[in-house]
């Protein structure tokens, strides 16, 4: 008997699959996967297809159904896509405005990966009390003027924790940050009985202990599914390309009207980013997260 479940959680060898309100341990069956190895193939997150038949409290895997959305990374010295969560309608992007200090490049590495894997992003600005505010609409206004929301909470003080309670009724939501920036703090504040680990702060380089391992998906007493990532320290994402890269930074609209269509922004004559960057119509840190992610696709 062939039976539907959501897998919510994985280790080296099982997989907990939610079927219909019940968690079964399950495994997968060897002829699944015959090119690569399948620990590499299903995420949290995926639909399934479960034999219960083959015992009384478990179960195997037999199909992976087609995927609407993926937050995935690119293992190089592999040369393979690891697919961190499935399935997931936003992807929740937590930064902090101090202690490590706001990192624009892992926001912006993260907003590709989730915008190329169809995810709705949000940027979660945390520690909001350890800065000014003036500092903090800098970055508001950035990114609302690009189209995305922000929200701006301190986890620690509980400021901002029901508007984001609010963005997650009924949807699966993964949370994605930079190690240190407070996302099982969120996770805690969000829903104090869950048992999350709080990694505190280096102080000395200003990088938080990796509290989290592996993706795991909670059922929300509201409705709907939290992913907590393990935290982030390089992300290249799956299946970007140089040429078009441009695509996944809205404000380079203005590539259309470049000399080249070939045109990678970065030197050559006629160009209307460039010309828009000069202009001061496209943020300096968003083109130096261009260049950096742009480089790191070279190869």
Known sequence: MFQKGIVRKRTRSFYYVDCEGETRLCRVKGNLFQESRYDEKIAVGDLV????????DAGWIHKILPRKSRLSRHIPERQLEQVIVANADQILIVASLKKPDFRN????RLLVAGLRGDLEPILILNKTDLG????FLIIRDLYNDLGYRVLGISAKQGIGIEEVRDSLKNKISVLAGHSGVGKSSLVKALYPDWEIRIGAVN????KGRHTTTLAEMFPLP??????DTPGVRELRPWDVEQAELDQYFVEFEVR???????CSHRHEPNCAV????????IHPLRYNSYLALYNSLEN
């Open 203 to 206: 102080q000395k380089v200003g």
């Open 222 to 227: 509201e409705g709907g599914f939290l992913v």
């Open 49 to 56: 297809e479960i034999d219960l038949d083959a015992s009384e």
């Open 105 to 108: 490049g892992v926001v912006d």
């Open 132 to 135: 000014s505010e003036a500092e």
């Open 256 to 262: 259309e009207n470049c000399h080249f269509s070939s």
């Open 274 to 281: 460039l010309a828009s960057l000069e202009a001061g119509q």
